[in-house]
């Protein structure tokens, strides 16, 4: 079955780097989109960040666009989401998910969704 586990989340000061990932099983992982999204307290889901099947046209949400970056490597089946220049505002629960296809469209559909991994930027 599809199994997406992300890793790598914790405490950060502001300013500061974080990078997770995510290690997909149960599914050709070469052949399908990825995404980040995350979920701040009290607040809705918002889409993070992207990438094709093949690691291309990558896409970001503008409050994350230059500090953030979205890689992948296929023979390792995982995505990853570095993360730079931390904000207090980026606190928030990250999930990955895989798309239905190998490419991303807006608005993003995800057929399956990792379990998250929290993110916590603070003094």
């Known amino acids: 079955q599809v199994q997406l586990v992300e890793s790598g989340g914790g405490l950060a000061q502001p300013g500061g780097s974080l990078r997770l990932s995510c290690a997909a099983s149960?599914?050709?992982?070469?052949?399908?989109?990825m995404s980040w999204a995350r979920q701040a307290p009290g607040k809705g889901l918002e889409w993070v960040s992207a990438i094709y099947s093949d690691g291309s046209d990558p896409f970001y949400a503008d409050s994350v666009k230059g500090r953030f970056t979205i890689s992948r490597d296929n023979a390792k089946n995982t995505v990853y989401l570095q993360m730079n220049s931390l904000k207090a505002e980026d606190t928030a629960l990250y999930y990955c998910a895989k798309a239905p296809d190998s490419n991303y469209y807006t608005p993003f559909s995800p057929d399956y969704w990792g379990q998250g991994t929290q993110v916590t930027v603070s003094s």
């Open positions: 149960g599914f050709t992982f070469s052949n399908y989109a």
